[in-house]
């Protein structure tokens, strides 16, 4: 699959209900769609780069069997920890709060290993930086411009479970593919 697609898709259904996605929800409570949309993208465009770079290098540096385990294995964990815990963190109104906000979120968060993660397995950091930056923009976006109807809707909990399930399957199946 093209490295844009796929990280488009995950980076999407890893943002649903993530850390980053509640903030943003808490933020747009309070903030213009402006100040989260600027404050935010810049923290996704610094968070995202530093998971590239990252996996990039380890993707360099290690053999494809090596970054694939390690891949699977963090698609895995990050499912778990997802399963098992749920955050919700508020911010206020100015674009620096809420780029802190959204890049503290985003360091080492489900998406940010995901992005290690991908870029390691295509070794494409260029088009899985612009796939990972359009899924995570398009959910902030979303969620900027529906947040309370969002909420109202779909109990956080039950997507974050369902998005953290969606790890640890394609974890498994990144190691089953590794079989065969």
Same mark, same amino acid.
């Given at each position: 699959?093209?490295? =844009?697609?796929?990280?488009?898709?995950?980076?999407?259904?890893?943002?649903?209900?993530?850390?980053?996605?509640?903030?943003?929800?808490?933020?747009?409570?309070?903030?213009?769609?402006?100040?989260?949309?600027?404050?935010?993208?810049?923290?996704?465009?610094?968070?995202?780069?530093?998971?590239?770079?990252?996996?990039?290098?380890?993707?360099?540096?290690?053999?494809?069997?090596?970054?694939?385990?390690?891949?699977?294995?963090?698609?895995?964990?990050?499912? =778990? =920890?997802?399963?098992?815990?749920?955050?919700?963190?508020?911010?206020?109104?100015?674009?620096?709060?809420?780029?802190?906000?959204?890049?503290?979120?985003?360091?080492?968060?489900?998406?940010?290993?995901?992005?290690?993660?991908?870029?390691?397995?295509?070794?494409?950091?260029?088009?899985?930086?612009?796939?990972?930056?359009?899924?995570?923009?398009?959910?902030?976006?979303?969620?900027?411009?529906?947040?309370?109807?969002?909420?109202?809707?779909?109990?956080?909990?039950?997507?974050?479970?369902?998005?953290?399930?969606?790890?640890?399957?394609?974890?498994?199946?990144?190691?089953?593919?590794?079989?065969?």
């Amino acid at each position: 699959m093209d490295p =844009i697609l796929s990280a488009f898709i995950v980076v999407f259904i890893a943002e649903l209900a993530d850390k980053t996605q509640l903030a943003v929800l808490s933020l747009s409570l309070k903030t213009g769609i402006f100040r989260i949309l600027v404050g935010s993208s810049l923290a996704f465009i610094a968070a995202s780069g530093l998971g590239v770079a990252a996996g990039y290098c380890m993707q360099v540096c290690l053999p494809f069997k090596v970054v694939s385990i390690g891949s699977a294995l963090l698609f895995i964990v990050a499912g =778990i =920890i997802g399963v098992l815990r749920g955050e919700f963190k508020t911010g206020e109104d100015s674009i620096l709060k809420v780029f802190m906000v959204v890049f503290l979120a985003e360091l080492g968060d489900k998406t940010n290993i995901s992005i290690i993660a991908l870029t390691g397995l295509t070794g494409k950091p260029i088009g899985t930086y612009i796939g990972a930056l359009a899924g995570i923009m398009t959910v902030c976006l979303l969620t900027a411009l529906l947040g309370r109807k969002i909420s109202a809707k779909i109990p956080p909990e039950k997507v974050s479970k369902a998005s953290s399930t969606l790890f640890i399957i394609t974890g498994i199946a990144i190691l089953v593919s590794l079989l065969f």
